[in-house]
């Protein structure tokens, strides 16, 4: 099956509209007609060879939402017309320990990437910027009624990257929880915390975004420009998200956790980060990672942000605007983030 | 009161036979008569001027275990003739959310260090390189009856220092801990890890303990000399609890944390330590440290050794025996603590 899509022909170059194959509905697939799909900035960097070298043609895209077209022999999680949605992830072993505990996304085997990754049977995944797309049903997941889809679509990677570690980490009441950078990935995170009952800061170069901050679910806003944030806030954290990559002066937001609290990142830069144990050892601190999240937890997301109302803050624009698009992230111009139109692509 | 101890009289001078002044017992004041005292580490990076400039003179020993000979008339928790314990504090704030929470080593005004600290009335404290100190009594362990007390002396560090983390992060029945290092502190995780039930794993830079490591608890033996190790056992570990105060790989010892596992330091290298934050990412695991332990836990922890028959292997000495000690500690020539029989001080 031909369908139409956005590629990125090399590394670095502008995507461009074309053609691809999508494998042929298996017993365990599902055929999506998909309607949105949002720009992750990972997506750039995978286009722009900041990753190492990728299978080009890419077709990026893992924040995909549309209907069921078509149901495989054997599946049976999901019906025609249904709303769903797929994540970074569309494949896993299935059997390592991991797995079997619902952390598909640290398969020992390693997880099957929603685009330029190596599928299980050796073919190449294209990802969301396309009309349809053949995902095993076990990898998909259903969006609630209540979820506008063009919302939601970016709940399945900047929604699922948040909601992991703050749930992990028992963001709640009575808890404080500081989100570093307000973007694609930190809009998620400080409407999750809110809506979790957290207490929550904004940690922003600049104030130049607080009033959309607040208005999202913050009480507080600091710049980290002013080193007085520093000082003021100090040991006041139990959780802090770290959503920003570029590399952070580890030990300065080590200071700002009360004892037994954790600094969480949920990017990584590429550059080896240094940090002083002492910022560990003096308040049983800890320095954490966390990626994305399982199938089932990613479902309860969803289900999560139904009850809570919650999408994510979008400016939906057609195909052909993509390349605009990744220009705009990268000089971030986007509040807080565009999601494709894929009726567009026709 | 003027009481005999041993002191270093300046940065790396070998330590001698001097006498000090006691403070009078006051209302919440313990007086005890000091029967034996540990040599830690620290003890020597203190007087050898490894962590800055210090109080001269200054008697070290923080793991102190004596017998109460008189108490304040306001000291209600002890008794005379009460075998009981002082560990690395003898005063915190009391007030502090952190001290309230019974984690006084975190204490937000700084806890009173056993010696070369300055206490709340402004005096510099000693330690129990010596016949005699007077603690406040909330900073008084008791010691059980069950417990030899020149075995029990190093718990009061060595011991809580590596309880506090095995219990704050669950080694327990299921779990595989990993000790790093087989000294002091290491001898003491190896044998509480496999008291709470955990499959314990020594990793030491060689296998020429490993006797000793099986004889107290381990269950498996690895050196980090040889790189299959770090191949053999990726992935493994819930818990690693690292003892070892020099640099490490932290990305190579994260490399053995299973999903969602952590490694603590509970020493800290001068220089800081540089990681990739995918290793942290890539599993969910967490880079954490930890500080001996609050009063209580530290009560809790020489209660459970009582229970489980556990004491540290010490190898007692006389006082004028100190500075050979202190030189063979540096040659990592002991198994696995000195404790000094302070009848010998007279």
Redesign the interface.
Known sequence: MRVTAYAAPAAGQPLALTTIERRDVGPNDVLIEIQYAGICHSDIHTVNGDWGPQPFPVVPGHEIVGVVAEVGSAATKHRVGDRVGVGCMVNSCGEC??CR?G?EQ?C?QGMVGTYAGTDRDGSTTQGGYSTHVVVDADYVLSVPAGLDPAAAAPLLCAGITTYSPLR?WGAGPGKQVAVVGLGGLGHMGVKLAHAMGAEVTVLSQSLKKQEDGLRLGATHYSATSDPDTFTQLA?RFDLIVNTVSAPIDV?AYLSLL??GG?LV?????AE????????????????????IGGIAQTQEMLDFCAEHGIGAEVEVISADRINDAYARVLASDVRYRFVIDTATLG
Chains 1, 2 share one sequence.
């Open positions: 320990a991991n505990n952390d640290y020992l992990h040991g030990d009360a004892v954790t990142n949920v990017g990584a830069p080896p980060l240094s940090l002083n144990v002492m910022s560990l050892i003096g308040g049983r601190r800890s320095y954490a990672g966390s990626m």
